[in-house]
């Protein structure tokens, strides 16, 4: 058997026993701590099949294992590889093609549109061609440098060798697998933060927010959207939030690895309308600025993490729709007249965007700007973003 049959091998054998329960770069990850033989030379390559499985997203699963692991590589490859010179050499040489004329190679029935199925479900805006072929392109890794840090990040990285493009003053985007972490300090110097994540500043300035303002970011997660606030406004009253301890403790690491001392924050779940905001917090006060980047689907960071693509279920939009109005309606109450709210999903899903506009719309609240922030064509995520102000 070769090598490369015997990649294949394991690549089945890991999709076998993974039932989508945790992320698959954790489970990929305790399969190889057990089985220690491999290289890093095999981990990757066969990490790299099983990925290339999960980007046929909801095609046809009645096809063999092995039959779609090598079309997904074949899909996903745009230089020819020895794997497919072997099992596939009729392929290999067709690696350059564009994605529509390889799918008219493939025996199979589907077309590309069968990657995403639920065009109907898609916000206004989206290209639904081009966003199912953003699936088989592995998405850059983007750092958001902070203030005063751009010549230094960008000698260190040069020094590395690490290659990048410079999106604009604060972004650069690299290989998703450049090990930045072991040339610069992250969160000091700079922060992976999705490209479009990081256009959600363009928001925060039309809120016209004051330094002394109170802001409560309550779904706060790993922080990255209020350390962007801080560098923009570095004497805001701040306060975070999120529904497990465990997020809050990570966050805290990271804001002292960014140098954030001054903030409050507390642990609740937004979706009971009894919490409680934390006694250290604004108890008897209302929030001038509240970011709701809300608990979604995801489907905009799926070229991330096809593997929830693969498992997704469509029922589960309106499950997290349901989920954001709870939070919403008792985040809202907590907002300060003539005050602004921001809410943010990575959803690609109307029901979780526009949808909320309209019923956040229907509490009084004013829309002041609503934008689809794409990065299917920039190898980013696909985010959406609605601010709303409070009338007096």
Known sequence: MSRYHSYLNTAKTILAGYRGEEPFASFLKKFFSLHKKYGSKDRKFIGHLCYCFFRMGKMENKMPMEEKILQGLFLCSDQPNELLDELRPEWNDKVSLVIKEKFSLLNTQQTLFNVFPWKEELSTGIDHEKFCESFFIQPSLFLRLRPGRQKEVGKKLGNAGIA???????????????????????????????????????????????????????????????????????????????????????????????????????????????????????????????????????????????EQLHYFEKKKIDEYASLQMKILSNVMPHLQPAGYLLYITCSVFKKENETIVQFIQQTGLRLAEMKLLKGYDKKADTMFAALFQKTL
């Open 164 to 306: 990048f493009d410079i999106i604009d003053d604060n972004c650069l985007a690299l290989p998703n697998a450049s090990k930045v972490d072991q040339v610069i300090e992250l969160n000091r110097e700079a922060v992976v933060q999705d490209y479009s994540s990081q256009r959600i500043a363009d928001f925060f300035r039309r809120a016209k927010l004051k330094q002394a303002d109170r802001v409560w970011d309550c779904c706060a997660a790993s922080g990255g959207k209020s350390i962007m606030l801080h560098d923009l406004y570095p004497t805001i009253d701040l306060t975070v939030s999120d529904k497990r301890e465990s997020i809050m403790i990570n966050l805290e690491k990271r804001f002292k690895e960014a140098g954030i001392r001054k903030y409050k924050g507390f642990v609740a779940d937004l979706a009971n309308k009894n919490f409680e905001i934390h006694p250290r917090s604004h108890r008897d006060s209302k929030f001038e600025f509240i970011i709701c980047d809300a608990p979604c689907s995801g489907s905009g960071t799926w070229s991330r993490t096809p």
